[in-house]
């Protein structure tokens, strides 16, 4: 923006695509890099510490807002949905350093040079790795605020998606009351109620996701004849009347990714969000200030029992091999959906709104390896004996152990 130079503004694209083609061949938006990024370190195993996802969120908000491409805002929910809130436990009062989009080990151990960092971090501790006790605040409110953003043309783009309420001023100045109302990402549509004391015109832009083909809009009821492809704007223009509401529909399907340099493995999502096997998660409570690394800082009058750290254990078995049909995966995937979570909080095994009932083939080579981790990915391709049998997914941002890239099974 300073330079108006385009290769700048190129320059953001390569460094993102560069990145990935090499160490983000992975599902939830990001990249392996424990502490590093290492060549021979890219199977999914490899995460990211919390505070890379707090600040690729950033990242994607600044860029969204400079360039309005929707490739940012797409990534930002990716991060957000599938790998932000799985670095928690659900009461948010404990956070790891590093969480991986496949990993079922969530000890006190140091597992270098498997992650590459000496410590306990894998460990859910509220006293541990003060970077992302201070960074990890800044997520939400840096994603809150990119929800609705002012057009140069005097009007108004709903970016991402989520509840929220908009006060701006639009077209000859006059202030308006923006509410919307939605469950997305576990829901298709998003409701917008429009409160002005005058009529005014503007336009107003809706982003569509990537992901996302088909999307329609009603204004009061009736469907617009407006349409735009996946990573455009539909846009509405008209004089806007108080209590005026829309409705936008983004269509959600299953979908399967390839990583290819991982082993040909896959990824199975429905719309924002990227599925991971559902594995029993046993919490073991553990003193957070004992198992705290060595630099962490705490308040003197901070109670451990009240804030308590954790390590987790897998109770089922977690090696499995997916069986799918990647040309049609609607036909060996089903969709389950469920009650809306009473507190308001789907990102957990117990509370999640949605499921996918699949079917999967244990891999015994697949295990544990001498670092302590889930072993990478098993050569491709992969034959098994082992009977089939019925398994479960979950969103990726509800599972804290978590297999999200899976060895298909011919």
């Given at each position: 923006?300073?330079?108006?130079?385009?290769?700048?503004?190129?320059?953001?694209?390569?460094?993102?695509?560069?990145?990935?083609?090499?160490?983000?061949?992975?599902?939830?938006?990001?990249?392996?890099?424990?502490?590093?990024?290492?060549?021979?370190?890219?199977?999914?195993?490899?995460?990211?510490?919390?505070?890379?996802?707090?600040?690729?969120?950033?990242?994607?908000?600044?860029?969204?807002?400079?360039?309005?491409?929707?490739?940012?805002?797409?990534?930002?929910?990716?991060?957000?949905?599938?790998?932000?809130?799985?670095?928690?436990?659900?009461?948010?009062?404990?956070?790891?350093?590093?969480?991986?989009?496949?990993?079922?080990?969530?000890?006190?151990?140091?597992?270098?040079?498997?992650?590459?960092?000496?410590?306990?971090?894998?460990?859910?501790?509220?006293?541990?790795?003060?970077?992302?006790?201070?960074?990890?605040?800044?997520?939400?409110?840096?994603?809150?605020?990119?929800?609705?953003?002012?057009?140069?043309?005097?009007?108004?783009?709903?970016?991402?998606?989520?509840?929220?309420?908009?006060?701006?001023?639009?077209?000859?100045?006059?202030?308006?009351?923006?509410?919307?109302?939605?469950?997305?990402?576990?829901?298709?549509?998003?409701?917008?109620?429009?409160?002005?004391?005058?009529?005014?015109?503007?336009?107003?832009?809706?982003?569509?996701?990537?992901?996302?083909?088909?999307?329609?809009?009603?204004?009061?009821?009736?469907?617009?004849?407006?349409?735009?492809?996946?990573?455009?704007?539909?846009?509405?223009?008209?004089?806007?009347?108080?209590?005026?509401?829309?409705?936008?529909?983004?269509?959600?399907?299953?979908?399967?990714?390839?990583?290819?340099?991982?082993?040909?493995?896959?990824?199975?999502?429905?719309?924002?969000?990227?599925?991971?096997?559902?594995?029993?998660?046993?919490?073991?409570?553990?003193?957070?200030?004992?198992?705290?690394?060595?630099?962490?800082?705490?308040?003197?009058?901070?109670?451990?029992?009240?804030?308590?750290?954790?390590?987790?254990?897998?109770?089922?078995?977690?090696?499995?091999?997916?069986?799918?049909?990647?040309?049609?995966?609607?036909?060996s995937l089903q969709i389950v959906k469920k009650e809306w979570p009473a507190d308001n909080y789907p990102f957990s095994p117990e509370n999640t709104p949605i499921e996918l009932k699949a079917k999967g083939q244990r891999i015994p080579q697949w295990g544990i390896d001498k670092f302590g981790l889930v072993d990478v990915l098993p050569l491709y391709p992969v034959k098994t004996g082992e009977p089939i049998e019925d398994i479960t997914l979950i969103p990726m941002?509800?599972?804290?152990?978590?297999?999200?890239?899976?060895?298909?099974?011919?």
């Amino acid at each position: 923006m300073q330079t108006g130079d385009s290769a700048h503004l190129y320059a953001t694209y390569n460094d993102y695509y560069l990145i990935r083609r090499t160490f983000g061949q992975v599902p939830g938006g990001m990249f392996g890099s424990d502490e590093n990024s290492r060549m021979g370190y890219i199977d999914p195993r490899q995460g990211t510490e919390t505070c890379g996802f707090a600040e690729q969120m950033t990242s994607d908000g600044i860029l969204t807002r400079i360039t309005g491409d929707p490739v940012w805002a797409d990534n930002c929910e990716d991060v957000l949905f599938n790998s932000f809130t799985a670095a928690f436990t659900t009461d948010m009062k404990a956070l790891r350093y590093i969480t991986c989009p496949n990993g079922v080990t969530a000890d006190a151990e140091n597992h270098s040079p498997g992650i590459d960092n000496r410590g306990p971090f894998l460990t859910m501790n509220p006293f541990s790795s003060r970077c992302c006790q201070h960074n990890h605040g800044h997520a939400l409110p840096y994603y809150l605020q990119n929800l609705v953003m002012a057009s140069n043309d005097n009007g108004l783009a709903s970016i991402m998606y989520n509840s929220c309420k908009t006060k701006a001023k639009v077209g000859d100045g006059t202030e308006i009351t923006l509410i919307e109302e939605t469950n997305y990402p576990y829901e298709e549509e998003i409701r917008f109620t429009l409160q002005t004391a005058q009529n005014v015109k503007f336009p107003f832009y809706f982003s569509i996701p990537g992901w996302c083909k088909n999307a329609g809009i009603k204004l009061n009821g009736k469907k617009l004849n407006v349409t735009a492809n996946a990573g455009e704007y539909i846009r509405v223009e008209r004089e806007w009347s108080d209590g005026d509401n829309l409705v936008l529909n983004l269509p959600m399907e299953i979908g399967i990714r390839t990583w290819e340099v991982n082993q040909n493995s896959v990824s199975v999502d429905y719309g924002p969000l990227t599925f991971s096997l559902k594995i029993e998660e046993e919490y073991n409570k553990i003193n957070s200030i004992e198992s705290a690394i060595g630099d962490s800082k705490w308040q003197a009058d901070a109670d451990p029992e009240k804030w308590p750290a954790f390590t987790i254990d897998a109770k089922s078995p977690w090696n499995y091999g997916l069986i799918v049909d990647k040309n049609t995966p609607s036909n060996s995937l089903q969709i389950v959906k469920k009650e809306w979570p009473a507190d308001n909080y789907p990102f957990s095994p117990e509370n999640t709104p949605i499921e996918l009932k699949a079917k999967g083939q244990r891999i015994p080579q697949w295990g544990i390896d001498k670092f302590g981790l889930v072993d990478v990915l098993p050569l491709y391709p992969v034959k098994t004996g082992e009977p089939i049998e019925d398994i479960t997914l979950i969103p990726m941002g509800a599972a804290r152990l978590r297999i999200s890239a899976f060895t298909v099974i011919n």
